[in-house]
């Protein structure tokens, strides 16, 4: 029988149920301890729950939150509690969760569903779970939301094996164990979340959370990682670009993983003779990641980027042209990924999107990425550029289609359009352009219309009102003819 995460977990337990599992700036849990409130959890969950949403502030108690709902034999939905209230109802509704756990301090936020409260300083009770629920390594262990191309965004449905495919992917290549610390830096809906908190927890290293304050200055957070005795950072390029500002990094640190987006040389010029650094590569729907490159000073690619390296254990990356087959060495095509980590793909009615999910003649599932890339001479793979309109920003994924589509939405809006530019370092930033439904309607209106339904990397950067949106002679918005705001 195929072990779940919950199984993993416990075997930590058993094998050193004193040793710190978890810890914030409040509180430390040992394994057993976190056990014990995890099971404490689970208890409070209703006997029917299947999908448990979770939004609260990131602490042991949302760690144990995790663990309560995956040994309740369920699956976890998480949303950070800064999201927009629409776009966090969307998700719980299109998720169909039997609840939601969360804190008092969102309970408005949340009033239309049922609402479990779990406040910091959540202790073990004598009403808790012992053991897991009745899960399978195929049933669903969490559902992430991601920007959708159709206007709304799509839940990724990630199972119990998906996640444990991962766990040991990580353990070949990077070795963690009872010496190691693992920050917990990232936001709960991506998918660096999920490979800090099980990469860690379930190869017996701890998992340290900062507060929100300290995460908000790369001093402070520099200080409490040199203070516990932080040994792995995984984050954005753009995490690892600020370490490399800095005069000096904690020599705790053995480690550092950047994922999410295009990883530059320059972003490591100062670190990569410190610590090892991995580039790492692969979208939520194929779970974190599904190649890693070890950059060193000299093999960075001629435009400056890292190739993002070779497949990680159990997955497979084929490079293919469009009717799927593969292109010869060095050409250009899309990056195919098959292996333990492709998921079951987006819930609900997702026929269209589920199409890059293909059954191969046989019987192999591959994941269609939307990447493109080639193979170098050394087997590495380097990737290029998106094959459809989605772009990264602050590496997250972002669907211009579906920001078009709020902006749309406003009755202060006439006609409009999202166009998306680069900046001088690559980087992708989007415009709004607006024919106002009034000449009076002041710009900040819109924006404000916007922050009431997008994430704030979602927002457009700059705002420019039209008396009308460019056409093309068949009627279609002509997106080469939008004025380009330049980025300084």
């Given at each position: 029988m ?16 004193e ?46 939150a ?25 998700m ?20 239309d ?23 399978d390594?195929r ?9 959708g ?15 444990c ?21 990232s ?48 984050g ?18 053995r ?7 295009v ?10 003779d ?19 490159f ?39 095509g ?104 009034s ?6 209106t ?25 056409l ?11 004025p ?5």
């Amino acid at each position: 029988m195929e072990p779940v995460i919950f199984d993993l977990f416990a075997q930590q337990c058993a094998r050193a149920p004193e040793a710190v599992a978890v810890f914030d700036e409040r509180r430390t849990l040992s394994r057993q301890a976190l056990y014990e409130l995890s099971g404490t959890v689970a208890a409070m969950l209703p006997a029917d729950a299947k999908r448990v949403g979770i939004v609260m502030d990131h602490g042991v108690e949302m760690i144990a939150a995790i663990f309560g709902v995956l040994q309740a034999g369920a699956a976890y939905v998480p949303v950070e509690p800064f999201f927009p209230a629409e776009r966090i109802r969307f998700m719980m509704r299109d998720a169909e969760v039997g609840c939601i756990l969360t804190q008092r301090a969102y309970r408005e936020k949340l009033s239309d569903f049922p609402l479990i409260l779990l406040e910091p300083g959540l202790a073990p009770a004598p009403e808790r779970v012992e053991g897991r629920g009745a899960a399978d390594a195929r049933d669903l262990a969490y559902i992430l939301y991601t920007s959708g191309s159709t206007g709304t965004p799509k839940g990724v449905a990630v199972e119990q094996r998906n996640v444990c495919h991962y766990v040991r992917a990580f353990q070949t290549e990077f070795h963690p164990d009872d010496r190691d610390i693992m920050l917990q830096y990232s936001v709960c809906s991506f998918d660096i979340f999920v490979e800090e908190v099980f990469s860690s927890l379930l190869s017996g290293a701890a998992l340290a959370i900062p507060s929100a304050e300290t995460k908000a200055s790369m001093e402070r957070l520099m200080a409490f990682v040199e203070a516990r005795g932080v040994t792995i950072i995984s984050g954005f390029p753009y995490l690892l670009e600020e370490m490399n500002a800095l005069p000096n990094i904690p020599d705790s640190l053995r480690l550092l993983i950047s994922g999410g987006d295009v990883l530059r040389a320059s972003y490591i010029s100062n670190l990569v003779d410190k610590v090892p650094i991995y580039n790492t590569y692969g979208p939520s729907e194929t779970t974190v990641c599904a190649s890693y490159f070890r950059c060193t000073a000299d093999n960075a690619l001629l435009d400056g980027t890292f190739p993002v390296g070779t497949p990680v254990r159990g997955a497979q990356i084929q490079i293919l042209d469009d009717a799927m087959r593969p292109v010869r060495p060095g050409e250009v095509g899309e990056l195919c990924i098959s292996g333990g980590g492709v998921s079951r793909g987006y819930i609900g009615d997702r026929a269209l999107e589920n199409r890059a999910f293909v059954t191969m003649p046989d019987g192999t599932r591959v994941y269609r990425s939307g990447d493109m890339g080639y193979a170098l001479p050394d087997g590495s793979i380097a990737f290029l550029y998106r094959k459809d309109s989605q772009i990264m920003i602050y590496g997250k994924r972002v669907e211009p289609d579906e920001v078009e589509n709020v902006l749309l939405r406003s009755e202060d809006v006439a006609r409009g359009a999202v166009g998306v530019q680069t900046d001088a370092a690559g980087l992708a930033y989007m415009t709004a352009y607006v024919v106002p439904a009034s000449p009076d309607v002041p710009l900040s209106t819109l924006r404000a219309h916007m922050e009431a339904y997008l994430p704030a990397y979602m927002v457009p950067e700059f705002f420019v009102r039209l008396d009308a949106i460019p056409l093309t002679p068949n009627g279609k918005i002509d997106r080469q003819a939008l004025p380009v705001v330049m980025k300084g």
